[in-house]
């Protein structure tokens, strides 16, 4: 199985600045695409920011210029570094992943969600 741990939320002040980390373990043949996403009570989850096995990357125009989105493929973890941080950006961020594994003699991909951390940006 693949199991993915997110850590860093936390309360912090408007205008702050909080890092997220997911680490992905288990039985990893490869990760590809590594994403966040976030969501408020009532709402659908909203994806914040992805990131590719080659390291491209793309945000929701909300967070552009605000939050980065980086990953360190030896370790299996995606981060995201959060700046400038608005009482909006309050929610559970979630991590997700499209991991790939071995099974037998074939390979199969697999999209697997993090348990959620929770961030509120609040004075």
């Known amino acids: 199985q693949v199991e993915l741990v997110e850590s860093g939320g936390g309360l912090v002040q408007p205008g702050g600045s909080l890092k997220l980390s997911c680490a992905a373990s288990?039985?990893?043949?490869?990760?590809?695409?590594m994403r966040w996403y976030r969501q408020t009570p009532g709402n659908q989850r909203e994806l914040v920011a992805a990131?590719?096995?080659?390291?491209?990357?793309n945000y929701t125009n909300s967070v552009k210029g605000r939050f980065t989105i980086s990953r360190d493929n030896a370790k299996n973890t995606v981060y995201l570094q959060m700046s400038s941080l608005k009482p909006e950006d309050t929610a559970v961020y979630y991590c997700?992943?499209?991991?790939?594994?071995?099974?037998?003699?074939?390979?199969?991909?697999?999209?697997?969600w993090g348990q959620g951390t929770q961030v509120t940006v609040s004075s």
């Open positions: 997700n992943a499209d991991v790939t594994r071995a099974i037998r003699t074939t390979v199969i991909t697999y999209n697997y």
């Open positions: 288990g039985s990893i043949f490869r990760i590809n695409a």
């Open positions: 990131i590719t096995s080659g390291g491209a990357t």
